[in-house]
């Protein structure tokens, strides 16, 4: 299938934009009016550079306001378009968009639009050019598909089609599976952009917050199976009108397009009641692996940074139980928690700590086949990483994450005895410490922009699934947070952004130098005697106010005494009709990234949501009371 994106979708010069694109593998490129005209090339110098990039130009737009207007209006639109026809003729576009009249003057008269509409075509026909209209979900009198068909086909003209746009379909919530009706041949163009679900109206939802396919909450997928039933096999090509694209770094946006739309095209057809699309040529990667847990941690540390994480780590329960047979690596283990302290010279961890500081640099996910994960991720643009081995040392697999990190990919659960057994001496021994058994999620601080293409990063390659998005108000800010969850619950990453500068996510930001690791929740089965044994060994926790617990009693109606003994020990708690979780943060490690220790019961499968305020209102004052003072 060939895969096509609009220049709108990406921020710089149109030069950049066309090199980022190709660079990415796409096919071919809408260009964008504006784009073209605020350009210090020519169309035909942007004709060459695309050419000469492997691109083809396959539609020119938009074009406004055409139809459906009196006589004396519409002889000066037929003027204006034929200066388009010439534009495209010296940048080698072949079909032009034409989108639904949205003006005060449009006339709602069906047979005079199409007559238009049929004038059009019939001068684009003469300069080899076909014209695709679109309905806009705010179009004066011509909304939705079924309309934009309706004057088509009674155009009759063979140089006009429709353009069927996703966004401007799902938006209305209307239903696509007419679409399946009309002809393949006159669906001339097909744009796509998914967005999450929003209140407010079409035209200020599409402007600002469109995203790539898997990123949003629209069934994108379902509408474009209804497109190729109609026969439909012209470009899959993204049309994105999003803030955060316009100023995020054109390449990594390039990226992230092409990654949605392979993650598209393999959701084709996936599900039971898809209809049967025959002769697609789509990719076709391994399906995502069953994630068992999390192998490992490991973090960036240099030797005094070492010393300092691994006194903190015994007082936490852990037990260093291996050193790595060739490099400055310790394994410190509690239960089925393995975290690796890496300050080997000159390896990739010391990069990542010249960069981040002492930090998590590596997550290692247990799967059920770690070599079709990683041709998965491979498939989806993923970076594989080779790392340097010694002599009979094993070789992980590895994919290098959005900001630098490392994810590796280890067969077996979280019982299995690699890689430690190989590559390191004393590392198969088991230690209970304070009940710590199992890691529960891992939460990471991002930049608002990043959000989205994180999601779509774990989603793809890995095969979490995005839970709804939580907005919760912090003393310095609004934190947006999201969950990406396995089908088998055994990995949970938590991603959390929060606009304004002074917030504490945006403090986090800083410490990393862009997005990292804040907390890692460790799960226990009693949390009442992992906090006593912590506390006997030293550890503190941030301290949750006394109004928290009066809040809780009143919100919740929990017994007295079960309030009460949550205030004893500072525990914060949340439930829901399936459960109950109960967790504590401890203080952070240099201000960096802290532990949290938690426990659920029942069916609960959040991640404690609600009480992020009190969360982050804890760790403002234990970071930020000590500077007052």
């Not at 926790?541 to 020990?569: G, Q």
């Amino acid at each position: 299938m060939k895969r096509c994106i609009a220049t709108v979708s990406l921020s710089g010069t149109l030069e950049d934009k066309l090199r980022a694109i190709a660079a990415a593998g796409f096919d071919g490129v809408e260009v964008f009016e504006n784009d073209l005209v605020n350009s210090g090339a020519s169309p035909r110098e942007i004709s060459e550079l695309a050419e000469s990039l492997g691109l083809t130009i396959d539609l020119f737009q938009p074009f406004r306001d055409l139809e459906g207007v009196p006589d004396e209006v519409f002889r000066k639109n037929l003027e204006r378009i034929e200066r388009k026809f010439d534009v495209m003729g010296e940048l080698g576009a072949p079909m032009l968009l034409v989108c639904s009249n949205v003006g005060s003057q449009a006339l709602a008269d069906p047979q005079r639009s199409a007559a238009q509409l049929y004038a059009a075509a019939e001068r684009a026909a003469q300069h080899g050019i076909r014209i695709a209209y679109e309905a806009l979900a705010w179009g004066r009198h011509v909304r939705t598909y079924a309309q934009a068909w309706d004057l088509v086909r009674r155009a009759d003209h063979a140089s006009l089609g429709v353009c069927v746009d996703s966004f401007h379909t799902l938006a209305l919530g209307d239903d696509p599976r007419g679409i399946a009706s009309i002809p393949g041949d006159k669906i001339f163009f097909l744009q796509l952009a998914d967005a999450p679900k929003l209140q407010m109206d079409p035209l200020s939802w599409s402007r600002h917050f469109r995203c790539f396919p898997g990123q949003g909450e629209l069934d994108v997928t379902a509408l474009v199976e209804q497109v190729l039933c109609s026969g439909y096999r012209g470009p899959l090509s993204l049309e994105i009108f999003n803030d955060v694209f316009r100023s995020s770094d054109t390449r990594q946006t390039a990226v992230d397009a092409m990654r949605s739309l392979l993650y598209l095209e393999e959701s084709i057809g996936a599900h039971d009641s898809a209809p049967q699309i025959a002769g697609l040529d789509r990719v076709q990667p391994p399906p995502p692996q069953r994630l068992n847990g999390v192998g490992f941690l490991e973090f960036a540390v240099d030797a005094d940074t070492g010393r300092e994480l691994a006194a903190w780590l015994t007082r936490l329960g852990f037990a260093q139980v291996g050193t790595h047979r060739s490099k400055a690596v310790t394994l410190f283990r509690q239960g089925r928690i393995n975290l690796i302290l890496n300050a080997e010279p000159d390896s990739f961890a010391q990069g990542y700590f010249q960069m981040h500081g002492p930090a998590l640099c590596a997550i290692a996910l247990r799967t059920s086949d770690e070599f079709q994960a990683l041709e998965r991720g491979r498939a989806m643009l993923g970076i594989q990483i080779e790392g340097r081995n010694g002599p009979n040392e094993r070789n992980i697999p590895a994919l290098r994450s959005i900001d630098g990190s490392l994810l590796y990919l280890l067969g077996g659960d979280e019982d299995s005895a690699e890689p430690f057994a190989t590559d390191f001496l004393g590392g198969d021994v088991p230690t209970e410490g304070v009940g710590l058994r199992r890691v529960d999620h891992i939460a990471m601080a991002l930049p608002p922009e990043s959000m989205n293409a994180w999601i779509l990063f774990y989603r793809s390659i890995l095969g979490l699934e995005p839970q709804p998005v939580v907005e919760q108000a912090e003393l310095y800010g609004l934190m947006r947070s999201r969950a990406m969850v396995a089908p088998s619950g055994r990995v949970r990453m938590t991603l959390n952004a929060s606009e304004g500068r002074n917030s504490m996510m945006a403090r986090s930001l800083s410490a990393f130098s862009g997005s990292g690791v804040h907390h890692i929740a460790l799960e226990c089965d009693d949390i009442f005697a992992s906090i006593e044994g912590l506390q006997a060994n030293g550890i503190e926790f941030l301290m949750t106010p006394a109004n928290y617990y009066d809040d809780l009693a009143a919100r919740l109606d929990l017994p007295e005494e079960l309030v009460d003994r949550l205030r004893t020990y500072g525990i914060l708690y949340d439930r829901s009709t399936g459960g109950e979780f109960f967790h504590i943060p401890t203080e952070t490690f240099k201000g960096r990234f802290s532990f949290e220790i938690v426990q659920r019961a029942g069916d609960y499968a959040g991640h404690g949501e609600p009480n992020a305020p009190a969360f982050l209102a804890a760790q403002a004052r234990s970071l930020l009371e000590p500077i007052a003072r």
